[in-house]
């Protein structure tokens, strides 16, 4: 069962230009996650922002959730070739398991 | 930092096969889940563990077992191997309701 969408499913941009990917999910959470894949190789996870959180910043990584909503954003700012990834958020899925999107794959442009 | 390693990062098996991957967690942490990654399918869970000897079904178990002997030690079993089970498999760990660490993945190709 898939939680998350995120939106859009593919974004290219130029080194500099920022970044920003959606998630929507349908029902009520008590956190969301957000992951970075490379290229072939295992996710590593970013950010976390509670239910009770609006906004949470990591270095050039800013996420927001609307629990009216159910949607978050991630937004890289000052893109690099190296955020060259693919992107999946994750909601809690009960018993401590997550629920992935199907990802945003990213591409920045030197 | 948290280390998950996974036993092969490419693997070729035939039809009918048996095949194990394993997976391994240096942070004694208490939860552990094996994956498959499809293109536009996302990460679907296969099984997860809480404990030493526990196991639950995730979304798509039809087709695999696991086993949990050791805290740090999770293993997919793939009883006899068929062509839909060609896939990206991703093993995580994960210590009570905080984020997961993810291993390198094994691609799986069955012919």
């Known amino acids: 069962s898939q939680q998350g969408e995120e939106d859009p499913q593919a974004l290219s941009i130029q080194e500099g230009e920022n970044a920003t990917m959606n998630c929507s999910y349908k029902?009520?959470?008590?956190?969301l996650q957000w992951y970075r894949q490379n290229s072939g190789r295992g996710l590593v996870h970013l950010i976390l922002i509670r239910s009770n959180e609006r906004e949470k910043h990591s270095g050039r990584l800013r996420v927001t959730l609307d629990t009216s909503k159910k949607s978050s954003s991630l937004l890289i700012t000052a893109s690099r070739a190296a955020d060259t990834a693919s992107y999946f958020c994750?909601?809690?899925?009960?018993?401590?398991?997550?629920?992935f999107g199907a990802g945003t794959r990213l591409a920045v442009h030197p | 930092d948290v280390k998950v390693t996974q036993s092969s990062r490419y693997l070729v098996k035939r039809t009918g096969e048996k095949v194990f991957l394993e997976c391994v967690q240096d942070m004694d942490h208490e939860n552990m889940f094996w994956y498959r990654q499809d293109p536009g399918l996302g990460l679907r869970l296969i099984y997860f563990?809480?404990?030493?000897?526990?196991?639950e079904k995730g979304d798509i178990p039809e087709g695999y077992s696991v086993s949990r002997e050791k805290k740090e030690r999770f293993s997919l079993i793939l009883e006899s191997a068929s062509t839909n089970q060609t896939s990206m498999y991703l093993c995580?760990?994960?210590?009570?309701?905080?984020?997961?660490?993810f291993g390198p993945g094994t691609r799986l190709t069955v012919t």
């Open positions: 994750a909601t809690d899925g009960g018993y401590n398991k997550l629920i």
């Open positions: 995580a760990s994960q210590r009570s309701i905080y984020e997961q660490y």
């Open positions: 029902t009520s959470i008590n956190n």
């Open positions: 563990s809480y404990d030493v000897k526990m196991k």
